[in-house]
């Protein structure tokens, strides 16, 4: 007899005994149940085992379509099967770490251009001796000629007085015609001194040797050779105003109509500082320092340096004669001027530009000046510098 056999005799059983038993119950609790109502009664208890026959069939069936190799009884509680996507991609295996060969670049085409301009000034190098302890004190002693001449008097008496030689002929030809034309004249030939005393610091110096030309130590040099040539040239001007004493072309005129005798020019000491004249050898002394920076270094090269030369004598040559147009200097005290100017202009820097040889530091720089050699040359990137030594 089958399992499924089994279980219909057994549940028949179970819903016979179910009847009576409830037929039971019923009559002792309502004594008497009509026959149509245990009827009714043992039909549903058939039924429910019929059911529950047929769900054991089922089962049966289920079991009997299942694989063999999965087990007959599962786990009570199954999971819900998840969706899955498709398969994760393996991570690719990492190389071994081997320096491999950078790809051939293709050579860039070279033109037949220059790649840097030419007109490009190389890099100025100072090649003479540096400013010694020396020289810092002959600067220093110069200076203070400059200022204690400036604040001491001039001398009562007076070793030069009124006009020599051709002094008379070009007041008259220069001299402006009222005041305060002089006036005018009198300020403008300060702008010129002070282009003139500024121009080899600030141009020269500091612009074209340090900036445009790249050497802080060239401009550095240049710039104390200007100051120690100008405070030689001041020390000799200022000496020299005060132990000449020489009036000034308008003093003669201090008491007119035109020039009251209590104005500040005619009651200061600013009235006897005539010879010579220090506009003139300052602006002079200025306009050689420029020529000799120019000409030694080659800051600009030509033909800028030689135009540089001759504006700055253009402007000290202006500035002299606007001092005979303003009537505070004749013109013995601008040539003067001029030529005292010229001479400290050039002498003082030349002593250390023809110091040849000035020890052996500056003979080791010089020869590595000239085994150096810098070339533009070009490569994969641009533009590479190639140094010989």
């Not at 203070?144 to 001398?155: D, E, F, G, H, Y």
């Not at 007085?161 to 403008?188: E, M, Q």
């Not at 802080?216 to 405070?231: G, H, K, V, Y």
Request: charge should be neutral; proline fraction near 7%.
């Amino acid at each position: 007899m089958s399992h499924l056999a089994r279980l219909s005799t057994i549940f028949r059983r179970l819903a016979d005994e179910t009847a009576k038993s409830q037929g039971n119950d019923t009559l002792g609790s309502s004594h008497t149940l009509s026959y149509p109502v245990r009827t009714l009664m043992a039909l549903r208890a058939r039924i429910v085992c019929t059911a529950l026959a047929l769900s054991a069939l089922a089962s049966q069936r289920a079991l009997a379509q299942a694989p063999a190799d999965e087990p007959l009884i599962k786990d009570p509680v199954e999971k819900n099967p998840v969706e899955e996507g498709p398969p994760p991609k393996k991570a690719p295996e990492q190389e071994p770490l081997v320096d491999q060969p950078a790809p051939a670049r293709r050579p860039r085409p070279v033109n037949a251009l220059p790649l840097v301009s030419t007109n490009a000034p190389p890099a100025l190098i100072w090649k003479w001796p540096t400013f010694s302890t020396g020289d810092f004190i002959v600067t220093l002693s110069g200076g203070a000629v400059t200022l204690a001449s400036s604040i001491i008097k001039p001398r009562a008496q007076h070793s030069l007085t009124g006009p020599i030689g051709f002094d008379n002929g070009v007041r008259k030809a220069l001299r402006a015609g009222s005041l305060a034309d002089r006036y005018i004249f009198r300020d403008a030939s300060d702008v010129g001194l002070s282009l003139t005393v500024t121009w080899p610091f600030v141009a020269d110096a500091l612009t074209t040797a340090w900036w445009y030309r790249g050497s802080r130590e060239a401009a550095q040099e240049m710039a104390l050779i200007d100051l120690e040539t100008l405070a030689v040239a001041g020390a000799l001007q200022g000496a020299t105003n005060v132990l000449v004493s020489r009036e000034r072309p308008f003093g003669r005129d201090c008491g007119s109509g035109e020039l009251p005798a209590d104005a500040i020019d005619c009651k200061n000491s600013f009235h006897y500082r005539s010879f010579f004249s220090g506009h003139s050898a300052f602006s002079f002394t200025s306009a050689a320092l420029i020529c000799v920076h120019h000409m030694e270094n080659e800051l600009l090269g030509p033909p800028w340096d030689a135009i540089s030369c001759a504006g700055g004598y253009a402007v000290a040559a202006t500035t002299a004669t606007f001092r005979v147009v303003a009537d505070v200097h004749y013109a013995s005290d601008v040539l003067l001027g001029a030529a005292v100017g010229t001479l400290v202009g050039y002498s003082v820097p030349l002593l250390h530009y023809r110091k040849l040889g000035g020890g052996s530091r500056m003979q080791a720089r010089a020869s590595d000046v000239q085994r150096l050699q810098l070339h533009l040359v070009p490569s994969p990137g641009g533009v590479g510098l190639l140094g010989i030594f």
